[in-house]
Nanobody, 118 residues
Framework: VQLVESGGGLVQAGGSLRLSCSASGTIFAISTMGWYRQAPGKQRELVATISSTTVYADSVKGRFTISRDNAKNTVYLQMNRVKPEDTAVYYC???????????????WGQGTQVTVSS
C-alpha cells in the first residue's frame, strides 16, 4: 500500500492551497483518513481527520476543510486563509484493511512541504 501526497508548495499568507493524497495497492477497505503536520523542531500534530465524522485541530478550524473521495481512495485538505505558522511538512495517513481478515493497519505518506510566506 502506498499513500502519495501532492499539492504542497509556497503560498502567501492569506492565500489558499489544496493538498491531495491517494492510496493505492491492495486495499479492501479504508476507515479513517487524515492529515498531520510537522514543523521544524516540533512534534507531528494532527490537522484533521475524516471518517463518518470530521475532526479538526483548533488552530485550523474555520480555515481548513478535509474531504475524501472513497471511489478514488483519496483524501483532500483545502487550506484557506493560510498563515505563516501553517508552514510545515504535511503528511497524510490512512487506516486500511488489506483483506477479509480483521486487522487494520496505519499507513503514512512521504510528506509534502507547505511554506507560507508573510
Amino acid at each position: 500500500v502506498q499513500l502519495v501526497e501532492s499539492g504542497g508548495g509556497l503560498v502567501q499568507a492569506g492565500g489558499s492551497l489544496r493538498l491531495s493524497c491517494s492510496a493505492s495497492g491492495t486495499i479492501f477497505a479504508i476507515s479513517t483518513m487524515g492529515w498531520y503536520r510537522q514543523a521544524p523542531g516540533k512534534q507531528r500534530e494532527l490537522v484533521a481527520t475524516i471518517s463518518s465524522t470530521t475532526v479538526y485541530a483548533d488552530s485550523v478550524k474555520g480555515r481548513f476543510t478535509i474531504s475524501r473521495d472513497n471511489a478514488k481512495n483519496t483524501v483532500y485538505l483545502q487550506m484557506n486563509r493560510v498563515k505563516p505558522e501553517d508552514t510545515a511538512v504535511y503528511y497524510c495517513s490512512a487506516r486500511i484493511r488489506r483483506g477479509l481478515g480483521p486487522a487494520w493497519y496505519d499507513y503514512w505518506g512521504q510528506g509534502t512541504q507547505v511554506t507560507v510566506s508573510s
